[in-house]
């Protein structure tokens, strides 16, 4: 008997909460749902590569330095012809620079031939797309409540029916 008693006595305060200040809580049932959606654009980057045609500079011929050699040897052989003593020293050693200078001249000039050849290379560059997706925002909930129907704008999926607050206050 006592636990009965305790029992109703809670229900009673639960009871005049629920109804504290006019505020009545009342369920209603659902009419109509209509989703709400929003665009919402994604960056997708991807790279794109593709073949490119052009020319690669080839030089043939050797940048040997026998021209440079030979030149000194044989500017050095003249050189010796002239002059006595270290005069000759120093005939040799100028004819030998200045056919040093001779031969790496003549063997520049005669160094072969510059050609083009074609060259395939690959080339890469990215580029920024954008995907758009229709997501749902919301949802427009039509409730029926006292004969009327209301609407309203809820996050998520209702059910089949909303709980509503009602508050009662006096007319003045």
């Known amino acids: 008997m006592i636990i009965r008693t305790s029992l109703a006595t809670a229900l009673l305060l639960a009871a005049g909460m629920a109804h504290a200040g006019g505020v009545q809580y009342h369920y209603a049932p659902v009419v109509s749902v209509e989703p709400r959606y929003q665009t ?3 960056p997708v980057d991807r790279e ?3 073949e490119e ?13 026998t021209p440079t050699i030979v030149g000194a040897l044989i500017g050095g052989v003249v050189g010796n012809q002239f002059g006595s003593g270290s005069g000759r020293r120093a005939a040799t050693a100028a ?3 200045v056919g040093g200078t001779i031969g790496h001249d003549i063997g520049r ?5 510059t050609h083009y050849h074609p060259v395939s290379r690959e080339r890469c560059s990215v580029q920024r797309d954008w995907r758009e997706e229709q997501v749902v925002s919301g949802y427009r909930v039509g409730y029926r409540h006292g004969g009327e129907v209301y609407y309203t704008h809820m996050r998520h999926h209702p059910g089949d029916s909303i709980r509503l607050r009602v508050t009662v206050t006096p007319a003045p």
């Open 40 to 42: 919402h654009r994604t």
């Open 48 to 50: 794109i590569c593709w």
């Open 53 to 65: 045609q052009g020319y690669e500079r080839v030089r043939e011929g050797s940048g040997s330095a």
């Open 95 to 97: 004819g030998a620079a």
């Open 109 to 113: 000039s005669n160094r072969g031939s």
